[in-house]
């Protein structure tokens, strides 16, 4: 009786192990590592492994190197690289361990508001805790910060992906299916009319574009189309690595895209979506990053480009959320180059974590009218633009020129009711000859009625033109004005 009872509670002691252990294994399943594709050489600068509660798992770190596009044009600086990696969590937080070429004392992991601390926790190696997902980090080193004239020379990002939503069969006749593995495509290909998704499956490597002009697709993955095997502004791949023409009704999801050719994606048509984008490896000019047509809407997104990063040249258009890095030229929200009819477009917090105008420049005492964070350049003849929002913009590090609205001296036209709201800038140094600047010009363009309110420049809050540097026509503005307030802003 007594031993039949003791039997029991063991059988019993012995189950709940069992399913003690399932329930761990679950919880400890809430990370998704990626295949590795075969026939890509991983990164030879940075490994990269993640746990979570006591799991270890080795990610498939990726390279760029920019030796190849530096012989296409001169400007491009040869011994550099951009690593990724990219993995997926829900529940509980992730450490991420990082191994790096040479041993530092300190390291950062950018954005610096996501409030994620680096750590030295050996020799060459760091450590962060990761508590959401969809965060988008770059890990920095004290031996490589990029300070004064040169940039970062080995670039590491790290993806923390929000799990994928619904995957399609590949057996789907609708659907356009890559799996793991490299796919050349030789060409930027176009896509059939009958094609309702384009799936590029995690650890899928494809070489060449796509070009998608009949609208309703979701182009889906978290593989990388990349252009690296195409020279600078490739005929076979066109203006974009990823090109909606004029079509309506697209989502682009979780999908990289690397070293474009020339653009990383353009959509001219209505009602699409970017979200969960990664666009890496911008080695050259006219790397432009998104361009999106009436009632766009762009999130979550990791982009860094030479070139205009974020167009705003069509209306209603929402950007959130998305983590930004400018290389050597190009406005990071940059109207211009176009007719410009613009309404409505709203751009909200948003981290730009590097301003790279001034690197290799020594002194730094001229760059290009296209670069500034708020700008606009270009043969623009025409301005009708109003209700612009920025909201929550935080600019890290050095930047060279904040604002740069100076109409060229042939346009006519306005722009017009633009509020600056909580925008912060690390620093902006005072060199001559190149400040904040905002014109209109002599045969009509005028600029009227913007409102900056809270924009801090090294915490200091700028309450008028001369304390933020900015130079103002005041034959062809009007109604330009700064202003600080300490809580929440109405408006
Ligand atoms: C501004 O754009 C947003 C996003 O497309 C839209 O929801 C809103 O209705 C627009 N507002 C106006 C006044 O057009
Ligand atoms: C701007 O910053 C203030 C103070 O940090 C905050 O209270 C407010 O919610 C922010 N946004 C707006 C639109 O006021």
Avoid at 146 to 172: Q, T
Wanted: proline fraction near 4%.
């Amino acid at each position: 009786m007594c031993r039949r009872a003791i039997r029991q509670v063991m059988m019993d002691a012995r189950i709940l192990s069992v399913l003690l252990s399932t329930l761990l294994q679950y919880v400890s399943s809430n990370v998704i590592v990626y295949p590795s594709p075969q026939g890509i050489h991983p990164s030879d600068k940075f490994d990269v492994s993640i746990s979570q509660s006591g799991h270890q798992h080795q990610l498939f770190v990726y390279i760029s190197k920019s030796d190849q596009r530096s012989k296409q044009t001169s400007r491009t600086q040869p011994g550099r690289s951009m690593s990724w990696t990219s993995f997926a969590f829900t529940g509980a937080a992730v450490t991420v361990e990082v191994h790096a070429p040479k041993d530092f004392n300190n390291c950062l992991v950018k954005p610096s508001s996501y409030g994620y601390k680096c750590r030295r926790t050996g020799i060459k190696t760091a450590a962060f805790t990761v508590s959401h997902n969809t965060r988008m980090m770059s890990v920095e080193f004290d031996y490589d910060y990029g300070f004064g004239v040169s940039d970062i020379v080995d670039k590491l990002f790290v993806f923390a992906d929000p799990p994928e939503g619904s995957v399609p069969s590949p057996h789907d006749r609708n659907v356009l299916y890559y799996g793991p593995g490299i796919h050349d495509l030789h060409k930027e290909i176009v896509v059939d009319k009958d094609i309702r998704e384009v799936y590029i499956a995690p650890g899928a490597y494809i070489r060449g574009g796509f070009q998608l002009p009949h609208g309703r697709v979701k182009f889906h993955g978290r593989g990388i189309v990349s252009n690296e095997n195409f020279v600078r502004h490739d005929d076979s791949i066109g203006q974009s690595a990823i090109d909606f023409k004029g079509s309506s009704n697209n989502v682009f999801d979780g999908v990289t895209i690397a070293d474009p050719s020339t653009f990383f994606y353009l959509s001219n048509g209505d009602d699409n979506v970017v979200r969960n984008a990664r666009l890496v490896a911008a080695w050259m000019g006219n790397s432009d990053g998104i361009g999106i047509g009436d009632r766009g809407l762009v999130e979550d997104s990791f982009i860094i480009a030479d070139d205009a990063n974020i167009k705003m040249h069509k209306s209603h258009m929402t950007v959130r959320r998305c983590v930004l890095w400018q290389m050597q030229n190009g406005g990071v929200f940059q109207t211009g180059w176009t007719t410009a009819y613009v309404r409505n477009v709203s751009i909200s917090n948003m981290d730009v974590i590097h301003v790279d105008y001034c690197k290799f420049k020594d002194p730094c005492t001229h760059f290009s009218s296209n670069d500034a964070v708020l700008d606009t350049f270009g043969n623009t003849r025409h301005f009708d633009i109003s209700d612009m929002r920025f909201e929550d913009i935080r600019v890290e590090g050095s930047c060279p020129r904040v604002v740069h609205f100076v109409m060229n001296p042939a346009a006519k036209g306005t722009i017009s009711n633009l509020k600056v709201i909580n925008m912060s800038v690390e620093s902006q140094p005072t060199n001559d000859p190149l400040h904040n600047e905002i014109a209109g010009t002599s045969i009509g363009g005028r600029i009227t009625n913007w409102q900056f309110v809270n924009f801090k420049v090294g915490g200091h809050c700028i309450s008028n033109p001369d304390q933020g540097d900015f130079r103002i026509d005041p034959h062809t503005t009007k109604d330009i004005t700064f202003s600080c307030h300490s809580g929440s802003i109405i408006g």
